[in-house]
């Protein structure tokens, strides 16, 4: 099955920290653009950061600017999410997907996996 394997979330305080990663299964990710994505309850899906295939240029939107950083294995088909200095408000469901680039409207993203939960409480 062709999709995208998220894992790594959990309940953590503010302030803290969790890494994500996002497996490729049955595809090779090399030749795409990775984007992690988040929803909350509530609340349409957004985009969080990016990662290009060719260059590695990161994009991260500004709310996590500073907090979070992207990076991507090709040898062990996976990109990460490391999240620092986390806050209430980034609760949702990150998700990960594949694109022909950062630039791909969001509809376009293919492969999405299931998401794993991230909670930031108290």
């Known amino acids: 099955q062709v999709q995208f394997v998220e894992s790594g979330g959990g309940l953590v305080q503010p302030g803290g920290s969790l890494r994500l990663s996002c497996a490729a299964s049955g595809f090779t990710l090399d030749y795409y653009a990775i984007g992690w994505f988040r929803q909350a309850p509530g609340k349409e899906r957004e985009g969080v950061s990016c990662?290009?295939?060719?260059?590695?240029?990161?994009y991260s939107r500004g709310s996590v600017k500073g907090r979070f950083t992207i990076s991507r294995d090709n040898a062990k088909n996976t990109v990460y999410l490391q999240m620092n200095s986390l806050k209430p408000e980034d609760t949702a469901v990150y998700y990960c997907?594949?694109?022909?680039?950062?630039?791909?409207?969001?509809?376009?993203?293919?492969?999405w996996g299931q998401g794993t939960q991230v909670t930031v409480s108290s």
């Open positions: 997907a594949a694109a022909p680039g950062c630039g791909t409207p969001v509809p376009e993203y293919h492969y």
């Open positions: 990662i290009s295939s060719s260059d590695g240029s990161t």
